[in-house]
């Protein structure tokens, strides 16, 4: 008998897998594990899966942290509050140890083999893995319904992908029924070109077929119970991508969900720069404006923005911010932010601040010696980040002429060509990079 659609979300155990430590991110990284680390101007990456389980009536929901948790931890705590009579949480799950076990967790597989007794039950409950730093919109339903017709042990999410981008994912050839027959990670050459799936018979028009003909692991899964238990059963398991999916390939029926909208691993700073870049544009890629699927935040009680004698275009400004005589191009200007007079912003990401200074905070500034936060007048920012919290005094200049690809100066660091100043950042008037 088929189970209808209604009645998943009480069997789904949603988990998140929030515990990584981010080094590719880094420094956004330094204070704040990856999936705390703000986007959009007034949300942050976590908020995305939590979102879209909401969305798709999962409620049940846990987080697995390690590095870094306190602000995270902090943002669910804050945000996401059910009913006390209703079904849902959100449960955050630190890694620990215990009389059993003195480890931390030792890769994703590993983290959720130590919480396993929180998340099993009943034979036919199912658990959704899921990343805490990808930006993407999904209506999990749609991945429950073709599980459960198919009688899916297992159920992939898979994006399809040209030959130029493949070798870059882990890769899943797909039978024409969906059947995953092999996984490979990050093949190249012939090995690549052997891992081809009629994508046509998926679901794209023969075109799209023809230049997307790679499908690519999206670190989704969808397991069922018994299944998972079975799987992580053997403690050399502790990495679900290179090592239990195989596995699972080997043992029990595996299927693809294939998923052609936009999605994006924000698992470095020039993948996470660009997409937020990209929320300025007309037609940006992700719209946090689509409210058939809004994406949920805390609820901050700020005043709008004020707006003195600027020039703004293709630009995000989020609330509570002021800005005084500033020309921003492109750029996305975080919540409680400060823009001084005359100052230039290009395609810069700027975080804003977790709080305004008073008068206490001003006079402490003067008595060291630094910028307030925000931006200071006349600065010139282009092709940054700005981290939140960050003190830029008048005059600075943020542009790196020179191009430099990599490299960790006073007050700041350069990944990707992509200059970033940390959190709490101080750059002194007149500094130029």
Sequence with gaps: MVRKSKEYPTHVLSIILAGGAGKRLFPLTQDRSKPAVPLGGKYRLIDVPISNCLNSGLKKIFVLTQFNSASLNRHITNTYRFDPFAEGFIEVLAAEQTMTNSNWFQGTADAVRQHLHRFTGRENDYQLILSGDQLYRMDYHKVLDSHWKRGADVTICVIPKSESLASSFGLLK?????????????????????????????????????????????????????????????????????????????????????????????????????????????????????????????ARFLPSTRVEQCEIRDS????????????????????????????????????????????????????????????????????????????????????????????DGPGYYIRDGIVIVPKNGILPSGTVI
């Design 174 to 298: 797909l039978a024409n029924d969906g059947r995953v027959e092999q996984f490979r990670e990050k093949p190249k050459g012939d090995t690549l070109r052997e891992m081809q799936t009629d994508t046509a018979a998926l679901g794209l028009t023969p075109e799209e077929a023809r230049k997307r003909p790679y499908v690519a692991s999206m670190g989704i899964y969808l397991f069922k119970c018994n299944v998972l238990t079975d799987l992580l059963a053997d403690a050399s398991m502790i990495d679900f991508g290179y090592q239990v999916i195989p596995r699972a390939i080997e043992k029990y029926d595996v299927y693809g969900y294939l998923f052609d909208d936009y999605w994006e691993d924000l698992g470095t700073v020039e993948a996470f720069y660009k997409a937020n870049i990209d929320l300025t544009g007309s037609d940006p890629h992700f719209d946090f404006h689509d409210m058939t699927a809004p994406i949920y935040t805390r």
């Design 316 to 407: 995000i400004i989020s609330e509570g911010s002021i800005l005084r005589g500033a020309r921003i191009f492109n750029s996305v200007v975080g919540i409680r932010s400060r823009v001084g007079e005359n100052v230039a912003l290009e395609r810069v990401m700027m975080m804003g601040a977790d709080f305004y200074e008073d008068d206490e905070d001003l006079d402490y500034n003067r008595q060291l010696g630094i910028p307030n936060i925000g931006i200071g007048k006349e600065s010139v920012i282009r092709k940054a980040i700005i981290d939140k919290n960050a003190h830029i005094g008048e005059n600075v200049h943020i542009i790196n002429e020179e191009r430099i690809q990599n490299f």
